[in-house]
């Protein structure tokens, strides 16, 4: 049995150091510091946005990201400029402000943002206000509008117009708040009996609220608007529609709209007596023809067709084609059916047409397979795509499907009559096309693609009508107006308008909810916390 060990025998502990103790520390500090840098610098460098909100109010639609991912903003020397000169009080300040940020972010660093409160800030608001022209001598600062300035110039056109103080610019866009904002006018109805008089006269009074929010279609046309300078022109045939141009609810001002998003401007001009198309046309829009050509005006537009870079815009209504612009249609490919697209549905006939958008045309990559609408009446197109027609051939023309209606719907030639049904004797079949695009010229060689003609050719103008608008439709629109003046990085889904909604409830339903939170939220709390407490003293 072995003896216990002495407490002798025991070796001393070695005494701390407390300078290694303290160097360690400081160097396991440092290097804690240096990775937490690190990591934070990489993280600004490297990182990715989620838009988390419901509707992803906060991402830009593909197409405004498309043109800032292109040549037009890319290959700038000199940055845009983006003044947001908004008050902090402001409707919709702090969705403007974060949507310029995004647009900086996606344009990779060619778009700047400068923020500015006008009201807070007057030294810089006078700035602003002397630079861009809009200095106001009675508020002796920028207007109280809240706007956002886009600056496209170049340091070049900015030094010169400093030397010759001028501060207005074709590359220098306004956009106002009021702009990015839709109101509706909420009447209030009363009626007030005059002395002496037994009618009652009906008043109305009534207060704008905000109900839509625009902001991306006003800032991305104004960006448009800044790289470009002067807006393009579109030349509309007016002598020759039936669409009116004065009504508040007209198609024309949809129509009109539409084109100036996109840096268009319509005018409207008069063919007969005209020897030529201008040579400033962008495009020719013929919408809604009623009055046929004479001979003379058909071979202005055939002239004008055979030009490079000649663009056709063709919105037919189903009833009536005339002639010669039938004929002309024709030798380009795409010839107007004297039919009605319907289908029967609960044994009655319907009209209003299910359509997609087709697949394999660049320009609609981002449309193609979608289902669309399109009411009132529309007629079926033929379109030769797989022609080997020695006059389409030659002339390099080649026409391509971009609408076809559901598989249920067929073109009839006797609607109206009653009891519509399929004849296939005299009615056309599936497949039923709604619109069809003609280019002209070299369009899959990259030497002379840019000097090829195009034309756009639709049997539908309902869909213009303020009542009938549905976004697929107008989205369709501009990307073949954009693509027909050869600005395809504009082409795809467009911004989308945000709405506020309503819910409505009746009074009682009001009164519930408000005795919920005013008194049953607030005693269940103080329940909750009595049990806490008696268990706690227990």
Same mark, same amino acid.
């Given at each position: 049995? %072995?003896?216990?060990?002495?407490?002798?025998?025991?070796?001393?502990?070695?005494?701390?150091?407390?300078?290694?103790?303290?160097?360690?520390?400081?160097?396991?500090?440092?290097?804690?510091?240096?990775?937490?840098?690190?990591?934070?610098?990489?993280?600004?460098?490297?990182?990715?946005?989620?838009?988390?909100?419901?509707?992803?109010?906060? &991402?830009?639609?593909?197409?405004?990201?498309?043109?800032?991912?292109?040549?037009?903003?890319?290959?700038?020397?000199?940055?845009?400029?983006?003044?947001?000169?908004?008050?902090?009080?402001?409707?919709?300040?702090?969705?403007?402000?974060?949507?310029?940020?995004?647009?900086?972010?996606? #344009?990779?660093?060619?778009?700047?943002?400068?923020?500015?409160?006008?009201?807070?800030?007057?030294?810089?608001?006078?700035?602003?206000?002397?630079?861009?022209?809009?200095?106001?001598?009675?508020?002796?600062?920028?207007?109280?509008?809240?706007?956002?300035?886009?600056? $496209?110039?170049?340091?070049?056109?900015?030094?010169?117009?400093?030397?010759?103080?001028?501060?207005?610019?074709?590359?220098?866009?306004? @956009?106002?708040?009021?702009?990015?904002?839709?109101?509706?006018?909420?009447?209030?109805?009363?009626?007030?009996?005059?002395?002496?008089?037994?009618?009652?006269?009906?008043?109305?009074?009534?207060?704008?609220?905000?109900?839509?929010?625009?902001?991306?279609?006003?800032?991305?046309?104004?960006? @448009?608007?800044?790289?470009?300078?002067?807006?393009?022109?579109?030349?509309?045939?007016?002598?020759? #529609?039936?669409?009116?141009?004065?009504?508040?609810? +007209?198609?024309?001002?949809?129509?009109?709209?539409?084109?100036?998003?996109?840096?268009?401007?319509?005018?409207?001009?008069?063919?007969?007596?005209?020897?030529?198309?201008?040579?400033?046309?962008?495009?020719?829009?013929?919408?809604?023809?009623?009055?046929?050509?004479?001979?003379?005006?058909?071979?202005?537009?055939? &002239?004008?067709?055979?030009?490079?870079? %000649?663009?056709?815009?063709?919105? !037919?209504?189903?009833?009536?084609?005339?002639?010669?612009?039938?004929?002309?249609?024709?030798?380009?490919?795409?010839?107007?059916?004297?039919?009605?697209?319907?289908?029967?549905? #609960?044994?009655?006939?319907?009209? &209003?047409?299910?359509?997609?958008?087709?697949?394999?045309?660049?320009?609609?990559?981002?449309?193609?397979?979608?289902?669309?609408?399109?009411?009132?009446?529309?007629?079926?197109?033929?379109?030769?795509?797989? +022609?080997?027609?020695?006059?389409?051939?030659?002339?390099?023309?080649?026409?391509?499907? !971009?609408?076809?209606?559901?598989?249920?719907?067929?073109?009839?030639?006797?609607?109206?009559?009653?009891?519509?049904?399929?004849?296939?004797?005299?009615?056309?079949?599936?497949? =039923?096309?709604?619109?069809?695009?003609?280019?002209?010229?070299?369009? +899959?060689?990259?030497?002379?693609?840019?000097?090829?003609?195009?034309?756009?050719?639709?049997?539908?103008?309902?869909?213009?009508?303020?009542?009938?608008?549905?976004?697929?439709?107008?989205?369709?629109?501009? #990307?073949?107006?954009?693509?027909? @003046?050869?600005?395809?990085?504009?082409?795809?889904?467009?911004?989308?308008?945000?709405?506020?909604?309503?819910?409505?409830?009746?009074?009682?339903? $009001?009164?519930?909810?408000?005795? =919920?939170?005013?008194?049953? !939220?607030?005693?269940?709390?103080?329940?909750?916390?009595?049990? @806490?407490?008696?268990?706690?003293?227990?």
């Amino acid at each position: 049995m %072995s003896e216990p060990t002495s407490d002798a025998t025991i070796p001393s502990a070695k005494p701390v150091s407390r300078w290694r103790v303290g160097s360690l520390s400081l160097v396991q500090i440092t290097l804690i510091a240096l990775l937490l840098i690190a990591l934070n610098y990489l993280s600004s460098q490297y990182y990715q946005v989620k838009d988390v909100s419901r509707g992803s109010n906060f &991402t830009l639609s593909p197409a405004t990201v498309r043109y800032l991912h292109s040549d037009a903003v890319r290959k700038r020397k000199d940055p845009i400029r983006w003044i947001v000169a908004m008050r902090a009080s402001a409707d919709f300040s702090d969705r403007v402000r974060a949507l310029a940020e995004e647009y900086s972010r996606q #344009s990779d660093g060619k778009i700047t943002v400068k923020l500015v409160d006008p009201v807070r800030n007057l030294d810089e608001a006078q700035k602003l206000a002397a630079t861009y022209g809009m200095y106001d001598p009675a508020n002796q600062q920028l207007s109280r509008k809240d706007l956002v300035i886009i600056d $496209a110039r170049t340091q070049e056109q900015i030094d010169a117009a400093a030397k010759e103080k001028q501060p207005t610019s074709a590359n220098v866009r306004i @956009v106002s708040a009021d702009l990015m904002i839709t109101y509706q006018v909420e009447r209030d109805k009363t009626a007030r009996r005059k002395q002496g008089e037994g009618n009652a006269e009906l008043q109305t009074s009534g207060e704008r609220k905000p109900v839509g929010f625009q902001a991306e279609d006003m800032l991305t046309a104004g960006l @448009v608007a800044a790289l470009e300078g002067t807006p393009r022109k579109v030349y509309f045939l007016a002598d020759k #529609s039936r669409m009116d141009l004065e009504s508040a609810k +007209s198609p024309w001002k949809t129509f009109e709209k539409t084109l100036a998003l996109q840096n268009l401007i319509l005018e409207p001009i008069s063919l007969s007596g005209m020897t030529a198309i201008p040579d400033d046309a962008a495009a020719v829009a013929i919408v809604s023809p009623k009055y046929d050509f004479s001979p003379e005006e058909i071979n202005l537009l055939e &002239t004008y067709w055979d030009r490079p870079k %000649s663009s056709l815009l063709v919105l !037919l209504k189903p009833d009536e084609v005339p002639a010669r612009l039938r004929t002309f249609l024709r030798a380009n490919g795409v010839t107007p059916r004297r039919d009605t697209v319907v289908t029967v549905r #609960s044994k009655q006939t319907v009209s &209003t047409v299910h359509a997609s958008f087709t697949l394999g045309v660049p320009f609609l990559q981002d449309l193609a397979g979608q289902a669309t609408i399109f009411e009132g009446t529309s007629s079926s197109l033929e379109v030769r795509e797989n +022609s080997n027609e020695d006059a389409l051939a030659n002339r390099q023309i080649r026409p391509v499907p !971009l609408i076809q209606a559901a598989p249920e719907f067929w073109g009839e030639t006797k609607f109206g009559q009653g009891k519509e049904t399929f004849d296939p004797l005299e009615d056309k079949g599936a497949p =039923i096309y709604l619109a069809a695009g003609v280019t002209r010229g070299a369009e +899959s060689d990259d030497r002379f693609a840019n000097q090829s003609s195009r034309m756009l050719v639709m049997s539908n103008t309902d869909f213009l009508d303020p009542d009938r608008l549905m976004e697929s439709n107008l989205d369709f629109l501009a #990307s073949s107006v954009n693509w027909m @003046v050869g600005r395809e990085e504009l082409a795809g889904i467009g911004p989308h308008s945000l709405g506020r909604y309503k819910i409505p409830l009746l009074d009682a339903q $009001a009164a519930f909810i408000n005795r =919920i939170n005013l008194f049953f !939220l607030p005693a269940f709390a103080l329940v909750i916390a009595g049990f @806490v407490w008696s268990s706690r003293r227990a």
